[in-house]
């Protein structure tokens, strides 16, 4: 079989998009997953019009976009008496990135896409159905542990474990619901963050049937109980009715929010839920690892082909690490918000918003320090996808390498292979008073004229 450029362990979609990326620019990649089928019950619900511009980078987008609904609805912060607390706000039309801002899926359906493309290079090799028991079984240049919260690859660099302090069981119930219940009907299309202190709840609309419900765990339930139904069905009476839908799905998880320090050790690096694990109340659990994903791969290409040295790598974790934090730390302050089961600090809460709802947006936080200039933003934010005078969206023109935007003389000495696209992004470039930026191969900006 022969050295490959890079192995990647565990084939989930954080595995199978880096996959895509590196076979996209003609590396060798074995990626093993320990299952021989794709996981068949629904995990992740949501990401961010970011995580659809990476998949337009695969040439995914279209595809992903036929079994995912796009939102322009936000996320509704409501206490018991109904009060809207706090909106994430949703994006009408295309958004920054060209693409909605929210969308809803089936994991089994996206897998099965992100596999598909992986058929697409004759030098990417799935093997499913191979448990790795050791990372020295593999022979590659680079190893990525895709592997989980329990990573093998993990285990074998030793990182440290960050708690950021969230560890809270919930009931996750998964429901397929009757298309013609008025009940059904009368759900909302934005997702439900139900802060009662009596039984605080989630409530998504993922699309086509599929609702979920996460319902949190409180003092004196039985967690072995939990998951029948005649135990969780009047705890979601205020919505529905057991002769409303079918259950897919009912399991109980601690959300947790914890990172590692030490994702790389000489040709072992990790991706995903292997370095970092996000409380769902933000949507942003999968889509951080997807930016692990966009963000190592173009580096691993640069460095197996020689064009940038192995320390590129080094690069990773110091950017990654801070943003993803940004994300965590917000998803875990939206969890205090809703997790908040003392009556009177909750009464106290809902007095603090009496004056009307806060409006927030996902964060846009800086990348830290690596392969970019030591500025303040934008440098290191990533950069906005117009449409062309061609019609094309950005990125078509541009594809896995660097480009100028702007006045492209400025800037055409730091980068020699750059794609030179002068005049785009003319509007942004003139709100943040600048002549001209340059976009590395995921879009973040490594510096500005």
């Known amino acids: 079989m022969g050295k490959a450029d890079v192995a990647i362990l565990g084939c989930g979609p954080v595995g199978a998009l880096l996959g895509n990326l590196l076979g996209q620019v003609g590396l060798r990649v074995d990626i093993f997953e320990r299952e021989r089928e794709i996981h068949a019950l629904p995990r992740a619900v949501h990401f961010d019009g970011e995580v659809m511009r990476i998949f337009q980078s695969v040439g995914l987008a279209e595809r992903v976009a036929q079994v995912t609904r796009s939102s322009s609805q936000g996320m509704h912060f409501i206490n018991a008496d109904g009060q809207t607390l706090m909106v994430r706000r949703g994006i009408d039309g295309p958004g920054p990135h060209g693409w909605a801002g929210n969308w809803y899926f089936h994991q089994p359906d996206l897998e099965a896409i992100l596999r598909d493309g992986l058929a697409r290079f004759p030098d990417v090799t799935v093997h499913l159905g191979r448990e790795i028991a050791d990372v020295d079984e593999l022979d590659a240049r680079y190893v990525v542990g895709c592997d989980g919260a329990r990573s093998l690859v993990r285990r074998a660099i030793g990182s440290r474990q ?100 030490g994702w790389r050790t000489g040709r072992l690096l990790l991706a995903g839920d292997a370095c970092h694990q996000t409380p769902p109340f933000l949507g942003q659990g999968m889509c951080a690892g997807m930016r692990d994903a966009s963000n190592l791969a173009w580096k691993l290409a640069a460095v197996l082909r020689g064009s940038a040295p192995d320390a590129l790598l080094d690069t990773y974790e110091s950017e990654r690490l801070p943003h993803v934090r940004t994300f965590i730390d917000l998803a875990v302050k939206l969890g205090a918000v809703l997790q908040e089961t003392d009556p009177a600090a909750a009464a106290q809460r809902d007095r603090r918003f009496a004056a009307g709802a806060t409006l927030f947006d996902f964060p846009q936080p800086q990348i830290g320090p690596g392969e970019r200039d030591d500025a303040p933003p934008p440098v290191g934010t990533i950069f906005p996808q117009p449409r062309l005078a061609d019609g094309r969206l950005m990125d078509e023109a541009i594809g896995q390498r660097f480009a100028i935007v702007g006045e492209t003389a400025l800037l055409a000495s730091r980068q020699a292979e750059a794609v030179l696209l002068p005049g785009v992004g003319a509007d942004w470039l003139a709100r943040h008073g600048l002549r001209a930026a340059l976009l590395r191969p995921d879009r973040y900006i490594a510096a500005v004229a």
């Open 162 to 261: 960050r708690d950021l302090g969230l560890h809270q069981p919930w009931l996750v119930v998964d429901l397929l619901c009757d298309p013609a219940s008025p009940r059904v009907r009368a759900l909302p299309d934005y997702t439900i963050q139900l802060c009662d202190p009596g039984r605080p709840m989630t409530v998504v609309n993922v699309g086509g049937p599929r609702r979920r419900w996460e319902i949190m765990l409180m003092p004196g339930d039985d967690s072995a109980r939990l998951t029948e139904p005649e135990v969780f069905w009047p705890m979601m009476s205020r919505w529905l009715e057991p002769e409303d839908a079918v259950l897919e799905r009912a399991a109980v998880y601690t959300f947790h929010s914890v990172v590692q320090e």
